[in-house]
């Protein structure tokens, strides 16, 4: 059995597999059911300052895009931070660290943007021997229209001055949590490393709105017949997720920033991809909202088999090793050539991948040959775009065979080189550099 | 002691009188073998409709093919995953649409159809999954979904055009045709021999196939549409009826089925307790209450010669009626039976038992009526195989009335009417499709496809 063991932020945890802070981690009751299920780490549901606690809708808090089965690709919430009095969350805290002292425990922290408010709450909470703080800068409804939230993180100065406010007020590991709803998050996160956080997590919630009833013709989930835009989380978000984990890691300015990544996880291969673009561990919300804290341990057996399977002793042993193959477009080979091709025994002749390629893309696939239905590939017009594996309803029957070097390209008639070639050189390129 | 033994030698002699008596009893035919309770649930829905739920998981497993080959399956060429998709999409109505405009039965093909060898048979996902999308029974959630309400929910008609045309025979075929004459803005009048429309959706499918009294639902809705008159107890006996209706329409379209049945030609046809199943089952048909059931008789031991549609379907009727013990006794083998693999399943899992390779050599009889049916292996013979039979249902298929037909100018191939693809019989505005015309597999789908090429080319014919 794979080492499944990490240290995130310098915080030690059994496994990579933290809950987010959110609602199943918003008191002592939730989150020693999450430990005694397996999970290595939680981050306590945000807290907010001293005082009257906030307050939520006692409508509709969530809504989703779902499958006609009702599989849940997408998943919408406007639930504020926690709506429970400070000391009540500080004293749980407490005693489930205590309980709990080999599992991670990260509290989450959001209050005004003022050193004052930063650094009362950070002395109750590492009074309460917790392991770290998570600066919530990602909330993108409620709070960030009180100047929280992703108002904050949205201003890399902001994230930067409030981060370092934390380091100096505190002694415990400061992990910045960003939001997607930026154009580049390359720049709050450059900020977070400059104001000194010992680490950064992503992706916080995406603004988003489910739909509309098609009846009342409101927008939906409405609550007393309004509604507003919530935060994206779920499956659907997670490819937005890891580009941004890969921008981190692959650019100068913040590469080594650990990572916690957030954003679709719902099984250990969600794991895997984050791990493989830089980040340290993952964390899980809207997969345990969906099925239940127990999902952590397939998470687990599906993450140790696979190293066992590949020979990893560590998630070190592959933490990262995917980085290397992100690049920007004009770096791509552009002599690196694929074709599809269809494996007639898998073929069940539903046509998808001709239609889609007739109307879409190429022309490049046939449909009937001596009169018969039969699905080809014609070489010279394909252009290996990848469209019809992705339509293709029975896993590896279409895939594509990368041409080797010498070997002629039917549809330019050309052989390939051995020497790679991007644009940057291309004859096509106006700002072409010299070969 | 002899006083005490002789009572026992009596009841001893008793029993064997009873014995014989009981083996030389007339025929066990009678009613009220099951209370009406019990009635009710057993012709309950063969296959129930989908609830929303499984019908959105269903849908969900259909590829939407490109140029899929369930359409091409079609007799009527239905847009299947158009229709699974409106599903899909909670478009019921659309669903509806599409299916009803292809074929406007489309309600009782979902129920009636044999799929697994039409588009279910030639679904991708058999392929893939072993199991195609079930798309009768998601024909039959769309379908259903629009009963409630007037057809003129989804079709309209055409401005009067002033068109008359007789069509004979209120079966699929002959609906269909009046249907979308009547779209069309024609007039039409449907005359038929019963008393009520849908020919045999009414009086010849099963009852569970057929549950709720869905023929007589479906012909209302149809007839919603307008400008169809309905002539009832109207029975096609002469060239001059036919040439009078030539005479005063302006055109023709006979549907008339096939009325007629075949005989088996051997001894004991005419004994009591020997039966035609197609008349078995109208009757069956029109007892439409579990009470109005329970009043049938059926046998205790029934026989059943036949082995298409009619055969299963008289025979799992006559169980579920029940009859104790129900043979099916084909002449042939299975790869040969008219019944689908899934209908002689449905049949087996009812209790009928079905024997092949036996052609039927008499039947014997007792005091008049049935008490047996012997038959012979075929081919090769051999000896003599007896089934003790109370009732007999012969289901060995149907025939037209030729008569008429023949001296009205119509042209016949192997008993029925020649027609051209669009129906056309060569004589001028007569038109004929459904069961009564050469070509086809007396499926009620491709009655329906023949009376909608029918209304087409007879709308083309009247307005160029």
């Given amino acids: 059995m794979a080492d499944l063991r990490n240290t995130f932020a310098g915080i030690k945890s059994p496994n990579p597999f933290w809950l987010a802070s959110a609602p199943p981690t918003d008191k002592a009751y939730n989150v020693h059911r999450a430990f005694e299920a397996g999970w290595g780490g939680v981050v306590w549901k945000t807290l907010g300052e001293d005082g009257p606690p906030i307050v939520n809708v006692n409508g509709p808090r969530y809504g989703a895009l779902l499958t006609p089965d009702r599989r849940m690709l997408g998943f919408n919430n406007i639930e504020l931070i926690t709506d429970r009095p400070l000391s009540v969350n500080l004293d749980e805290i407490r005693e489930v660290k205590r309980a709990w002292p080999d599992r991670a425990l990260v509290v989450s922290l959001m209050v005004p943007c003022t050193e004052t408010a930063w650094r009362e709450i950070l002395a109750r909470v590492e009074d309460t021997g917790a392991d770290g703080v998570e600066l919530n800068f990602g909330c993108p409804h409620g709070m960030s229209e009180r100047g929280m939230g992703s108002a904050v993180g949205q201003v890399p100065e902001y994230v930067e001055m409030v981060t370092a406010w934390c380091k100096q007020h505190s002694r415990m590991p400061v992990i910045v949590k960003l939001t997607p709803n930026i154009s580049d998050i390359r720049k709050p996160a450059a900020a977070a490393k400059a104001g000194g956080a010992d680490a950064v997590s992503l992706i916080n919630t995406i603004n988003s709105i489910i739909g509309v009833d098609p009846v009342t013709l409101q927008m939906s989930p409405a609550t007393g017949g309004m509604g507003t835009h919530g935060g994206y989380c779920g499956p659907a978000v997670k490819p937005i997720a890891l580009a941004m984990v890969a921008e981190i890691g692959r650019t100068p300015e913040t590469a080594g920033l650990p990572v916690s990544g957030i954003g679709g996880v719902a099984g250990w291969r969600d794991a895997l991809d984050y791990l493989a673009l830089g980040a340290t561990n993952v964390q899980v919300c809207t997969a345990a909202m969906a099925f239940g804290f127990k999902i952590v341990q397939e998470m687990i057996d599906g993450l140790s088999d696979y190293m066992d399977e590949m020979g990893f002793a560590t998630t070190a042993a592959f933490q990262g090793r995917a980085l290397s193959s992100v690049t920007d477009w004009q770096y791509l080979n552009l002599e690196a050539v694929s074709k599809a091709v269809i494996d007639q025994d898998k073929c069940i002749q539903c046509g998808r991948c001709h239609i889609a390629c007739e109307d879409t893309s190429h022309q490049a696939i046939s449909a009937v040959k001596d009169g018969r239905r039969l699905f080809e590939v014609k070489e010279d017009e394909c252009v290996g775009c990848n469209l019809c594996v992705t339509v293709c309803p029975v896993p590896d029957c279409i895939t594509l065979r990368t041409l080797s070097p010498g070997e002629v390209d039917r549809r330019t008639g050309k052989p390939l080189s051995a020497q790679p070639a991007d644009w940057t050189t291309h004859p096509n390129n106006p700002m072409r550099k010299a070969a | ?464």
């Fill in chain 2, 1 to 464: 002691m002899a006083d005490a033994a002789a009572p026992n030698a009596a009841a001893s002699a008793a029993a064997a009188i009873d014995r014989a008596l009981a083996a030389a009893t007339p025929a066990d035919v009678a009613a009220g073998r099951r209370s009406p309770e019990a009635l009710a649930a057993a012709i309950a829905d063969a296959a129930p409709r989908l609830a929303r739920g499984q019908a959105l998981v269903e849908a969900e497993r259909c590829l939407y093919c490109w140029d899929a080959p369930c359409q091409q399956a079609c007799p009527t060429g239905i847009d299947v995953p158009g229709f699974i998709r409106r599903i899909a999409d909670d478009n019921l109505r659309g669903a509806a649409r599409t299916i009803l405009s292809a074929n406007p039965f489309g309600g009782t093909c979902a129920r009636a159809c044999p799929t697994e060898v039409l588009c279910e048979q030639v679904c991708v996902r058999n392929l893939q999954q072993g199991k195609p999308v079930e798309i009768g029974r998601l024909q039959r959630y769309a379908t259903d979904a629009v009963m409630s309400r007037p057809v003129t929910a989804l079709f309209s008609r055409a401005a009067a055009t002033g068109r008359r045309i007789a069509v004979v025979g209120a079966g699929p075929a002959g609906l269909t045709c009046a249907f979308e004459l009547a779209r069309r803005g024609h007039e039409v009048v449907v005359h038929d021999l019963r008393d009520l429309p849908g020919g045999l959706n009414e009086y010849g499918l099963a009852t569970y196939k057929m549950a709720g009294d869905f023929a007589q639902a479906e012909a209302a809705w149809l007839l919603g549409i307008g400008g169809i008159g309905w002539q009832p107890g109207w029975e096609l006996e002469t060239a001059a009826q036919l040439a009078e209706l030539r005479a005063s329409f302006d055109a023709v379209y006979l549907a008339v089925g096939l009325a007629g049945t075949h005989r088996l030609g051997i001894d004991g046809e005419s004994l009591h307790g020997v039966h035609d199943a197609v008349a078995f089952i109208a009757t069956l048909r029109q007892a439409k209450t579990p009470e109005a059931l329970a009043r049938l008789a059926v046998g205790r031991r029934v026989v059943v010669i036949g082995g298409g549609m009619t055969a299963v379907d008289v025979a799992v009727q006559s169980r579920l009626l029940g009859a104790e013990r129900v043979d099916i006794v084909y002449r042939r083998g299975p790869e040969k039976m008219g019944a689908s693999a899934a209908e002689r399943e449905w049949a087996q899992k009812n209790g009928v038992t079905i024997h092949f390779g036996l052609a039927p050599l008499a039947i014997d009889g007792h005091g008049g009526h049935a008490s047996a049916v012997r038959f012979l292996p075929h081919p090769g013979g051999g000896d003599a195989v007896r089934f003790e039979a109370d009732q007999v249902f012969k289901a060995i298929g149907q025939k037209l009335d030729e008569s008429v037909l023949a001296s009205s100018g119509l042209t016949l191939l192997d008993g029925r009417v020649v027609t051209d693809a669009n129906g056309h019989t060569g004589v001028p505005h007569l038109y004929a499709g459904g069961d009564c015309r050469a070509g086809g597999r007396d499926l009620t789908v491709e009655a329906v496809e023949d009376g909608k090429r029918a209304a087409a080319a007879i709308h083309q014919e009247l307005l160029p």
